[in-house]
């Protein structure tokens, strides 16, 4: 999990989580991209107060959390942190990530 403040990074402390591939990944990315990244304790509090969210996963690399028991986060849209990151990601791999993702829900539906 991953909430954005303000413009930086914030996700769990490492010894509450696994140590997850992509949660490291996307923490290289931030330092690269000049992006601040915490670690600390974070509560459901400080996700309805962030301006984005996002998880990560081996499967699915990031997923945008827009919504939060019913209410949205920040704009409630796909923020503009997110983006650059999945970017990012996409550049390293060689993969327009969103295209990708595009192209299989036009061949296999939402």
């Known amino acids: 999990m991953f ?3 303000d413009g930086a990074l914030y996700t769990p402390e ?3 989580i696994l140590h997850g591939v992509s949660r490291g990944h996307v923490i290289e990315l931030a330092g690269r991209l000049g992006i601040d ?3 600390g304790r974070l509560q ?3 996700l309805m107060l962030a301006d984005e969210a996002f998880v990560t996963a081996s499967s699915y690399q990031m997923l945008p959390v827009v919504r939060f028991e019913g209410r ?3 704009d409630g849209v796909v ?3 997110y983006r650059r990151l999945l ?3 996409g550049a390293d791999v060689g993969v327009d990530i969103v295209q990708q993702a ?3 829900r036009d061949k296999y539906g939402e």
Do not use: F, I, R, S
Request: proline share 12%.
């Open 14 to 16: 490492a010894n509450e």
């Open 102 to 104: 595009k192209a299989l």
């Open 37 to 39: 990244a915490h670690e």
């Open 87 to 89: 970017t990012a990601w």
């Open 3 to 5: 909430l954005v403040k």
């Open 79 to 81: 923020g503009p942190v």
């Open 44 to 46: 459901p509090y400080d």
């Open 72 to 74: 949205p986060v920040g």
